[in-house]
């Protein structure tokens, strides 16, 4: 069974700074999924990047990177230029590629709780 | 107009009660899911649905029960709730692999949540 794992249960960041959050997984398969989901306290689970495990290349979405390092199993996300809208709680998921049994399942981390100071 | 919706939003109910949550997409996806979401513990999988004749279990199926009455809508029943149900349910949808065979190409869209209170 795959495991994520979010080591950090709360991080805080200047308002315009970089932060990097943390995530490592554990998994027997060579391909996958991973995902980082932003939920503000409106509860919303809103996507924010997607990494697939063959690709070499790290996602990037406008102001979120993601560093990913198969060989490590981690995969961090990097905030620039935070803004006071990027706090929220923030979910390491994976998932596998395959079909069959439990592959659909997204295996969630328990989140971060990212802080944005003015 | 949100593509993944749910109600009710928050729910309060007593233990033994049956309660139905409701799920609707307009995404024209055809996979759906239920999952919960607890304090510390992130989101585990209770049910999902790859079209209306396919229902499947997952990480934590007991003590609930599904609906796939079309398509765009897929409803949680909790038949007897009790106080350890309480929590937040959420809703997602993916588009499925189509022709990718084995492999499995797609993201899941999570709808807004229900917060449930069982009393």
């Known amino acids: 069974a795959q495991t994520v794992t979010q080591s950090q249960p709360e991080m805080s960041v200047q308002e315009a700074e970089t932060v990097t959050l943390s995530c490592t997984y554990d998994t027997s398969e060579s391909d996958y999924y991973l995902f980082w989901y932003k939920q503000p306290p409106s509860r919303q689970m809103i996507l924010v990047i997607r990494q697939e495990a063959y690709k070499q290349q790290n996602a990037t979405e406008n102001r979120f990177s993601v560093n990913f390092q198969k060989a490590a199993k981690s995969f961090s996300l990097k905030i620039s230029d935070s803004q006071l809208g990027d706090a929220a709680m923030y979910f390491c998921?994976?998932?596998?590629?395959?079909?069959?049994?439990?592959?659909?399942?997204?295996?969630f981390g328990k989140g971060t709780k990212l802080s944005v100071i003015p | 107009d949100a593509d993944v919706t749910q109600t009710p939003r928050n729910r309060i109910t007593k233990t033994g009660k049956r309660i139905m949550l409701e799920c609707s997409q307009t995404k024209g996806h055809d996979r759906m899911y239920w999952y919960r979401q607890d304090p510390g513990l992130g989101l585990r999988l209770i049910y999902y649905?790859?079209?209306?004749?396919?229902?499947n279990k997952g990480e934590i199926s007991d003590g609930y029960s599904v609906s796939r009455q079309a398509q765009a809508k897929f409803s949680l029943s909790l038949e007897s709730a009790i106080p350890n149900q309480t929590a937040l349910y959420f809703c997602?949808?993916?588009?499925?692999?189509?022709?990718?065979?084995?492999?499995?190409?797609?993201?899941?869209?999570f709808g807004p949540g229900t917060r449930l209170l069982v009393l």
């Open positions: 649905s790859f079209d209306v004749k396919d229902i």
């Open positions: 998921a994976y998932r596998s590629r395959y079909s069959g049994a439990g592959s659909y399942q997204l295996t």
């Open positions: 997602a949808t993916s588009e499925g692999s189509g022709t990718s065979g084995r492999f499995v190409s797609e993201t899941q869209y």
